[in-house]
């Protein structure tokens, strides 16, 4: 344990808030789902690492990246609205275990299937966007991008979901299911207009993701896990909670790795979770009741 | 303008409703009243597409309502206020009236609706940006009668408008069903609360178990002595 308040410290807490916003952001995808459609898409990060390689793949036959990354988005987005289509709709008044089974054949459908298609090798972009030197500190620039792209995504999404009849819509059906057809509403379109928006989350988060990590078929459990601990600690569905959950959880992990380890700053946020599920099982922001 | 032909209905392995037929023409105020479970909601949900009919024909104008999705329903003019009002309960009021005006045609004229609504039910233009679930039982009838008007529709099916409120609330609430009727809607109202729905209609149908027993002009169900004893407790 090595830790002072001093500018290394406030440069741990900066990267934590830079995480957070990617953090904020994979999350918000699966909140939609959950708090729309009500079922838990346990395979959300394997949808992220779809869209990584498909990015990956655009790029390097030569396409330009904010092409690739579109691409990408597109691409997530309707594979969103193929598995509400194909996987959720049949179960749709299952059991949620039911449901959370039939999302969990969909993850290691997608990690075998990258796994024979792409290889296990370890794949990068290679793009170098350098870093930001700011009052003695660094960061790195695909970091602040990240950060800016993940924050201005979410405020578009919540104009679309706080303006227009169809985001209307998309909010209210979380509300009262049984008499949307007396708006007019088709609940099948919301339903498929929302997983394609939640897909399309997860491609954006892809696209963002190229520029920081390397690409592999199992990287959906290193960061599946804790996208799912974020909505569970923000009350599952409650998409402004889960934002709130992503800065808490974004700190544990930069100031537990700045002092200790890497590891540490995760196990510190998995201790954390679990303590607050003893103590607040709704999730510490739940609005749903 | 509403007609029913020998409707059946019901749910997994019950069946609600037995042979009914109905109608209702344009600018008229009907009752349906009936016992605890005699199937009046049942109706208003088969005539508005959240429930399916079984059997029968049924039209509005010239639109077979069995044919088309329930969803379009709102479309060949009619609006349901279900029971209990069914707000959106996290919406604003001003965001529950915007879902009363989803459909297409709906949507082109909603700046002007949303004028005329608020002009009937100023006390909602005050709370336009409360949330619904928020406002007392009287207020969120009215938001749910606004809501269902903000589909233009030529049909107002309201059911059980008075359930659950104060007394002197549900003065103003048939006081509102008269309103209504002034502002040309025609009105299909489903009450337990025969004797006050009998004196705002002009003709009643009486619902037993199911099965139309009686119809009538309301002031003659008003007079009859059999629907005295047995729904007002005379």
Redesign the interface.
């Known amino acids: 344990m090595d830790c002072h308040l001093d500018i290394f410290f406030l440069e741990a807490v900066l990267n934590g808030i830079l995480l957070a916003g990617l953090l904020a952001l994979l999350a918000l995808g699966l909140n939609l789902i959950f708090g729309v459609i009500d079922v838990v898409w346990i395979c959300y990060a394997e949808l992220v690492m779809v869209g990584m390689y498909g990015i990956h793949h655009a790029y390097k036959a030569g396409v330009p990246f904010p092409v690739a990354a579109l691409i990408g988005i597109v691409l997530i987005a309707l594979a969103g609205a193929a598995l509400h289509h194909l996987v959720i709709r049949p179960v749709l008044d299952s059991a949620p275990i039911n449901q959370l089974l039939v999302t969990g054949g969909v993850l290691f459908l997608l990690q075998a299937a990258a796994t024979m298609a792409f290889g296990i090798d370890f794949k990068n972009l290679g793009i170098r966007l350098g870093s930001l030197g700011f009052a003695g500190m660094s960061f790195s620039w695909s970091r602040v991008i990240t950060f800016v792209v993940a924050l201005a995504s979410m405020l578009a999404l919540w104009l679309f979901l706080s303006r227009t009849?169809i985001g209307?819509?998309i909010?209210?059906i979380a509300?009262?299911r049984?008499?949307?057809?007396?708006?007019?509403?088709?609940?099948r379109r919301v339903y498929l207009i929302t997983s394609a928006i939640g897909g399309g989350l997860a491609g954006l988060a892809a696209a963002l993701m190229v520029l920081q990590y390397d690409i592999y078929p199992q990287i959906g459990l290193q960061f599946g896990p804790l996208i799912f601990m974020i909505c569970v600690l923000g009350g599952l569905g409650n998409m402004l909670g889960g934002f709130i959950a992503a800065f808490i959880i974004g700190q544990f992990i930069a100031i537990g790795g700045s002092c200790m380890a890497t590891e540490w700053g995760y196990a510190t946020a998995f201790l954390f979770f679990m303590v607050a599920i003893f103590i607040r099982p709704q999730g510490l922001f739940a609005?749903k009741s | 303008m509403l007609e029913l032909r020998d409707i059946d209905a019901g749910y997994d392995g019950f069946q609600a409703l037995f042979g009914v037929s109905m109608q209702v023409a344009a600018g008229e105020a009907v009752a349906v009243i009936g016992a605890n479970g005699a199937g009046k909601t049942t109706l208003l949900r088969v005539i508005?597409?959240?429930l399916p009919a079984s059997a029968g024909e049924m039209n509005m104008e010239s639109v077979s309502l069995r044919a088309i999705?329930?969803?379009?329903?709102?479309?060949a003019g009619i609006?349901?206020v279900?029971e209990g009002r069914?707000l959106?309960?996290?919406?604003s009021v001003e965001?529950n009236l915007?879902?009363?005006?989803?459909?297409p045609a709906?949507?082109a004229r909603f700046a002007e609706r949303l004028d005329y609504v608020y002009s009937l039910f100023p006390r909602l233009k005050e709370r336009r940006a409360q949330l619904a679930g928020t406002m007392s039982g009287g207020e969120q009838q009215m938001c749910a009668i606004a809501r269902a008007l903000m589909?233009g529709p030529k049909l107002v099916l309201l059911d059980e408008p008075s359930m659950g409120l104060a007394p002197v609330i549900v003065h103003q609430v048939f006081d509102l069903v008269r309103r209504m009727r002034a502002e040309g809607y025609t009105v299909l109202v489903v009450e337990q609360n025969v004797s006050q729905v009998l004196k705002i209609v002009d003709r009643a149908y009486l619902l037993e178990v199911g099965r139309i027993k009686t119809s009538g002009p309301a002031a003659e169900l008003l007079a009859s002595d059999e629907i005295r004893k047995a729904y007002m407790g005379l």
């Open positions: 009849y209307t819509a909010r209210a509300q009262d049984q008499i949307m057809p007396l708006m007019g509403v088709d609940s609005a | 508005s597409g959240l999705a329930p969803h379009r329903i709102v479309e609006a349901h279900p069914r959106f309960p996290r919406l965001s915007k879902m009363g005006a989803f459909a709906a949507r589909s």
